[in-house]
């Protein structure tokens, strides 16, 4: 269990963490979602050590341990750009904090050799970071933070470096690592698809505040303000809403569309558009519209709808929201 | 650019010939006149007791001056790429100031701070022989050898940053733990190939030296202020020759050190 | 970025101003004992000479330091000693800039060897550079030039030791050099000449400028390569930094601090200049970029 409890923390005039506070359950696996500068990373590096709060505490497994070096909180951490000792091959990165610690050689060795074996680096002992790949040194760095059994794991925009299918691969090894060690783990990123796919619970952060916190499911559905939706999730602004562009239905006759939109609590109403572009992406359909507002926004569709449809560039459609934030859909309605 | 097989051959045949009579010829000239003699006169003119002190003199100063050298550039280094105190600027500069002086302003500049009457001209008095003495030579190499391992150590400090030190700290190193284990060794070819630059200067250097050394023969001369006093005083051209020629082997171990060192380091 | 598509992040809206670099805990940086000690030990073996040196300088007031330096004779030293580090800065451009193009976009056998060959005069000390050069150009040379104690003989001497400069600054940027650009002005049918002068020329400009500055500046002090060739004659080959030694052996020290500071003066003012023009010609780069 991490607590944070009124966190501050200023370079000069700006403002990386203004006053948080958050809670991390033990053995949860929790993301720090935000864009770059919302104060994710001081976060980490502040529950770290790595950085000094102007105020707040943190206290880590019921210990108070906001004044406390890094050295002795009883974390891992791994760094976005791995952070490889270079002159060390990877038994001896693997083995580093052991050493410090003055374990005996044997144990550091079977202990390294078993975590590489975790980790999927068994037959690499003796090589340098500089011969492994991008995804193997992260790896390395993560055995490397778990040989010294942390309390927790903090990390660090850990995928940010690597390429799209890696980082896919590395992240659905990091959630079947976690179910296995449960060890209490902290995640970085900037990429909501990343947080959504591997984490228990997100706090989604911005300008040094925490937006929202909960569990993947709970922010998609029940985002608690505008920039948490926008920022988990594609969104479309249809009438001066923000909604899902799967919750936007298309109609061909203004008459069904406004009698089904009238089943619907808190709707912005029905949008005549005219139709720019469909682009058909495998099972979905992404319809390109632009309502008379001028206003350009997407609807996406399933790809029997879209046939049903039969939808051509310039033809007219009317647009309404079945689901939202303010959007209430007392029954459901066919999409068409 | 396409360049003609006319141009091409044009250009290279000035660049050469430039290079060939500037350095090439009168290298190989001094050589063979050293040589020419045969090695047995060669050896005897470098084994003289006059050159042996004067090479124990120059390795007694680089052997004082490299550790120095070693100890405070490393840590003008670290300050300069961690340190975020006022000056830094300033101390910039400093470091590059012995680079733009002259060796003769060093050595005058010494001669009026540690000489009889200057401000620290006491020290003399207290039977510390700055001036005309072996501390004058080695704060006179300190002074123009300064910049070369802090210049070296520097970038490289740069470029590995802090993730490194900062994980140590998170595996649970200490601050002394983390500089032997994971800062010195990945500073240690830019540290290399600075000693290599302050050993080759400090055996080299002339102007500097000869201004506050009171160059004895056997006693109080290096290496390069034998070969100026046997041409100059003795009117041995031979002997300044053979000598020249033994600094000359010695700056191309220094080369070859610093070929095979760039390599090193840029893997 | 991410690599998720299906997005309608909108980072301009997003992206707040980037967070300054932040400052890592104490551990990681300079304590400041450390920086403490090391301004100790820069001001006990710089600073310290130096400014015993400057106030040495001005020890018989301003006239009097005014007087030492335009004294005639150290006056023509100091003539003599800028004209000729003039004279070599623009050896040094051109030929330094021409063997930079030869190591770069020529090939022939030797070229390492030719290119190690290069740092020699920095590993060589000055000493044995004049020894070396009066072998062939002293008063036993076998080629029977005479350059000992002139003009030429020093320009000689000062070229040895200064090779290395323009070369070694011009070299990497020639390297880095992207020929296209080349390629495209060939394309557009202008000569080899045109090309190099007006777009090869101007990207390796500040390289050169800053080779040519180095090597003037240390031109300027030299002293251990002319001691031999030069001949020490007042008003002809006496170069600054041998009439300063000559007025310490002749005890007249406020001689000597004044001229060593005015040859300090002339060094940093070309050092400064240099790292000003520098600073512009980088800053018109990233415009540019």
Redesign the interface.
């Known amino acids: 269990m991490i607590s944070v409890t009124g966190a501050r923390k200023s370079?000069?005039n700006?403002a990386?963490l203004d006053d948080v506070t958050l809670d991390i359950p033990a053995g949860t696996l929790t993301a720090l979602l935000g864009?770059?500068?919302?104060?994710k990373s001081?976060l980490l590096?502040s529950i770290?050590?790595?950085?000094?709060l102007d105020a707040g505490s943190i206290v880590i497994g019921g210990q108070d341990v906001t004044q406390v070096?890094?050295?002795?909180?009883g974390?891992?951490?791994v760094?976005q750009?791995?952070?490889?000792?270079?002159?060390?091959t990877v038994r001896d990165n693997v083995g580093?904090?052991l050493s410090?610690?003055k374990r005996p050689k044997a144990e550091i060795a079977r202990k390294v050799d078993d975590l590489l074996e975790i980790v999927g680096l068994d037959g690499f002992q003796h090589r340098y970071p500089a011969q492994l790949s991008g995804g193997q040194r992260q790896r390395m760095?993560l055995a490397?933070?778990l040989?010294?059994d942390p309390e927790v794991l903090l990390l660090d925009e850990p995928f940010g470096a690597l390429?799209?299918k890696v980082?896919?691969d590395l992240r659905q090894w990091l959630r079947r690592l976690h179910d296995e060690v449960h060890v209490t783990t902290v995640l970085v990123t900037?990429?909501?698809?990343?947080a959504l796919d591997v984490a228990d619970r997100i706090a989604v952060l911005?300008?040094g505040r925490i937006e929202q916190v909960g569990d993947p499911v709970a922010l998609y559905d029940r985002p608690a303000n505008d920039?948490v939706m926008?920022?988990l999730?594609?969104?479309?602004r249809l009438g001066g809403q923000l909604v899902r562009?799967h919750d936007i239905a298309l109609h061909r006759s203004r008459e069904r569309a406004q009698s089904l939109d009238a089943r619907v609590g808190g709707s912005p109403g029905v949008i005549e558009a005219v139709v720019e572009r469909v682009v058909r992406l495998g099972f979905e359909v992404r319809v390109d519209l632009r309502a008379d507002s001028g206003e350009r926004f997407?609807a996406q569709v399933t790809r029997a709808e879209a046939d049903a449809l039969d939808l051509r560039v310039g033809e007219t459609v009317y647009a309404r929201a079945t689901q939202g934030p303010d959007v209430t859909e007392t029954e459901p309605a066919l999409a068409i | 650019m396409k360049t003609s097989t006319a141009t091409r051959l044009g250009l290279r045949t000035v660049a050469l010939g430039y290079l060939v009579v500037l350095l090439a010829v009168p290298i190989v000239l001094i050589l063979w006149r050293t040589l020419g003699e045969g090695v047995g006169a060669f050896l005897e003119s470098v084994r003289t007791p006059a050159a042996i002190s004067a090479l124990n003199l120059s390795l007694l100063i680089v052997a004082i001056v490299v550790p120095l050298n070693v100890v405070f550039g490393v840590a003008t280094a670290l300050a300069l790429v961690r340190g975020r105190f006022r000056g830094r600027g300033l101390v910039q500069a400093v470091v590059d100031l012995p680079f733009a002086v002259s060796p003769i302003v060093v050595g005058v500049s010494l001669i009026l701070l540690w000489g009889a009457g200057g401000w620290l001209g006491g020290v003399e008095k207290l039977g510390f022989k700055v001036i005309f003495g072996l501390p004058g030579m080695v704060i006179a190499t300190l002074f123009v050898t300064l910049p070369f391992v802090v210049r070296e150590v520097e970038p490289v400090l740069h470029e590995?940053g802090t993730?490194?030190e900062?994980?140590?700290?998170?595996?649970?190193?200490?601050s002394a733990?983390t500089f032997w284990?994971?800062t010195l060794?990945?500073i240690?070819w830019g540290l290399t190939y600075g000693v290599v630059l302050t050993v080759a200067r400090a055996l080299g250097e002339f102007g500097a030296v000869i201004m506050v050394s009171s160059g004895f023969p056997g006693v109080s001369q290096t290496l390069t202020l034998l070969v100026h006093s046997r041409y100059i005083d003795d009117h041995n051209t031979y002997g300044a020759y053979a000598a020249a020629t033994l600094l000359m082997g010695l700056a191309v171990v220094t080369l070859l050190l610093m070929t095979l060192l760039d390599r090193k380091r840029s893997t | 970025m991410?690599?998720?598509t299906?997005?309608?992040?909108?980072?301009d809206t997003?992206?707040?101003?980037?967070?300054?670099?932040?400052?890592?805990?104490r551990?990681f940086s300079a304590r400041p004992l450390g920086v403490g000690l090391v301004g100790l030990w820069l001001s006990v073996i710089v600073l310290l000479p130096l400014a015993a040196l400057t106030v040495t300088s001005f020890g018989d007031g301003v006239s009097g330091f005014w007087d030492a330096v335009t004294a005639p004779v150290a006056l023509a030293s100091l003539a003599v000693t800028v004209g000729l580090a003039a004279v070599v800065a623009l050896l040094n451009a051109a030929m330094g800039t021409l063997i930079a193009w030869v190591l770069v976009r020529d090939d022939f056998p030797g070229k390492r060897v030719v290119n190690a060959l290069i740092d020699l005069p920095f590993a060589l000390p000055t000493i044995v550079a004049s020894i070396v050069l009066l072998s062939l150009y002293g008063p036993n040379s076998p080629v029977h030039v005479h350059l000992n104690a002139t003009r030429p003989g020093l320009v000689v001497a000062l070229a040895f030791v200064t090779l290395p400069f323009v070369v070694r600054s011009v070299q990497p940027v020639l390297i880095e050099v992207d020929r296209e650009v080349e390629e495209a002005s060939a394309s557009l049918g202008a000569s080899n000449w045109t090309t190099f002068r007006r777009v090869v020329l101007p990207t390796l400009a500040p390289a050169i400028i800053s080779g040519t500055g180095l090597a003037f500046a240390r031109a300027i002090g030299e002293y251990g390569s002319v001691v031999l060739i030069g001949g020490n004659i007042p008003r002809r080959t006496q170069v600054a930094s041998q009439y300063i030694q000559q007025q310490i052996e002749i005890d007249r020290p406020v001689n000597a601090a004044a001229v060593s500071v005015a040859l300090l003066v002339i060094a940093f003012l070309t050092l400064f200049v240099l790292r000003v023009a520098a600073g512009r010609s980088r800053r018109r780069e990233e415009e540019s970029s």
């Open positions: 370079y000069g700006f990386a864009p770059s500068g919302s104060g001081t590096r770290a050590g790595l950085e000094r070096a890094p050295q002795k909180r974390i891992g951490f760094f750009h791995y952070a490889a000792f270079k002159h060390m580093f904090g410090i610690r760095a490397r933070a040989a010294v390429d799209a980082r896919a900037h990429d909501q698809e990343e911005n300008k920039f926008s920022f999730g594609s969104v479309a562009p997407a | 590995i993730d490194q900062q994980a140590a700290a998170t595996l649970g190193a200490s733990q284990r994971i060794p990945a240690r | 991410t690599a998720t299906a997005t309608a992040r909108r980072d997003m992206v707040s101003s980037l967070p300054p670099r932040p400052t890592p805990q551990q």
